[in-house]
């Protein structure tokens, strides 16, 4: 079935750094590809999504590329602050249109000052 | 804007009794969801509903049964409530079966 595999565990950074989390996805076709943010004691948000080979997606400074030869969607941000240090989470469409999204485990992103 | 409302949002129940949550939504979003989420195991799908009266198992229906009456409206029921259902439960709603989902705040369930 359809998978997604993403950074384990939690990514330690300090403010102003580089942020990659990586995303590989397991599917056939040309499925959507989605990131979620988390902040503690609220819901998922939609950070952006891609639905197509070689198509970007961005907001708010995070930017991730479909790339379906290596079947990956890494989410990058060339400087964080602390204001986003939360839960980030990679997301599979469904391709046989049920409707359902297939999550990652979510990597846990904090941010020193 | 566009809001997916979750009530309520902090609830404590006794083994055994009856459980509503409550979920709207104010985009006439054709598609709404049910997850709960447990600490290392992400989200997981409890029911998706495709429209007024068409609902459909996800991966974890069993011992929850859904409503939608109204299309703004999804209740997720959990009869004679047990321990291991203590969780957070999202709501979520979607234009359609390919669209993005938008989340609800939660509610945190407290099954004693």
């Known amino acids: 079935g359809d998978s997604v595999t993403q950074t384990e565990g939690q990514v330690a950074l300090s403010e102003e750094d580089f942020l990659t989390i990586h995303c590989n996805y397991s599917?056939?076709?040309?499925?959507?590809l989605f990131w979620y943010v988390q902040y503690p004691g609220e819901g998922p948000q939609f950070l952006f999504r891609?639905?197509?080979?070689?198509e970007k997606g961005s907001s708010r400074g995070f930017e991730a590329t479909y790339d379906k030869g290596t079947t990956s969607f890494h989410l990058r941000k060339a400087s964080v602050q602390e204001s986003d240090s939360a839960v980030y989470y990679c997301?599979?469409?469904?391709?046989?249109?049920?409707?359902?999204?297939?999550f990652g485990h979510g990597t846990i992103l904090r941010v020193h000052p | 804007d566009m809001k997916v409302t979750q009530m309520p949002r902090y609830l404590i129940k006794r083994m055994g009794e009856n459980v509503l949550l409550e979920c709207g939504q104010d985009?006439?979003?054709?598609?709404m969801y049910w997850y709960r989420q447990d600490p290392g195991l992400g989200l997981q799908l409890i029911y998706i509903?495709?429209?007024?009266?068409?609902?459909s198992e996800g991966d974890i229906p069993k011992g929850y049964r859904v409503s939608r009456k109204k299309r703004e409206h999804f209740s997720l029921i959990l009869d004679s409530a047990k321990t291991n259902q203590t969780s957070v439960y999202f709501c979520?709603?979607?234009?359609?079966?390919?669209?993005?989902?938008?989340f609800g705040p939660g509610t945190r369930l407290l099954v004693l």
């Open positions: 979520a709603s979607s234009p359609g079966q390919q669209d993005t989902q938008y």
């Open positions: 599917a056939s076709g040309y499925p959507a």
């Open positions: 891609a639905s197509r080979d070689k």
């Open positions: 997301a599979l469409g469904d391709g046989a249109n049920t409707g359902k999204l297939t």
């Open positions: 985009m006439s979003h054709e598609t």
């Open positions: 509903s495709y429209d007024v009266d068409s609902n």
